[in-house]
């Protein structure tokens, strides 16, 4: 019941992009890790279940303007991990696939870090 309640607050705060299908909206709470050297307050988001965890790294970079050089071949990357195990979610991944697997749920918080590009675990 908690869990309900919890995302039913989420919902009334969430920001997304409105062109996201309502059956298609997963909505997630973002927490920034130290690692990305920006305090803000965790974020309320709604994202489609038929993205990438890529496509949402990119979406959560732009929406809080936090540099994103994932393209590059760079040391370091923008990671999505789960507030849960602290595993990386791979970019390749999509939403859906990973809500019927239980590694992700509608309402999950996640993190989101600068972490060493070979690095999976927080």
């Known amino acids: 019941m908690a869990a309900k309640?919890?995302?039913m607050?989420?919902?009334?705060?969430a920001t997304g992009n409105n062109s996201i299908p309502e059956g298609e909206r997963v909505f997630l709470s973002v927490t920034l890790h130290e690692s990305v050297n920006?305090?803000?307050?965790p974020q309320a988001i709604f994202v489609s279940d038929q993205w990438t965890i890529g496509k949402l790294v990119d979406y959560v970079t732009e929406k809080l303007k936090i540099s994103n050089n994932n393209h590059k071949n760079l040391s370091n990357k923008i990671k999505l991990f789960s507030s849960q195990?602290?595993?990386?979610?791979h970019f390749d991944a999509v939403i859906s696939n990973l809500i019927k697997q239980e590694l992700l749920f509608n309402g999950s918080t996640v993190i989101l870090a600068n972490v060493l590009s070979d690095q999976n675990v927080l």
Do not use: E, P, Q, T
Not at 38 to 41: P, Q, R, T
Not at 85 to 89: E, K, V
């Open 5 to 7: 309640l919890s995302l």
């Open 9 to 13: 607050k989420m919902k009334m705060h």
């Open 38 to 41: 920006i305090s803000l307050a």
């Open 85 to 89: 195990s602290n595993d990386a979610f």
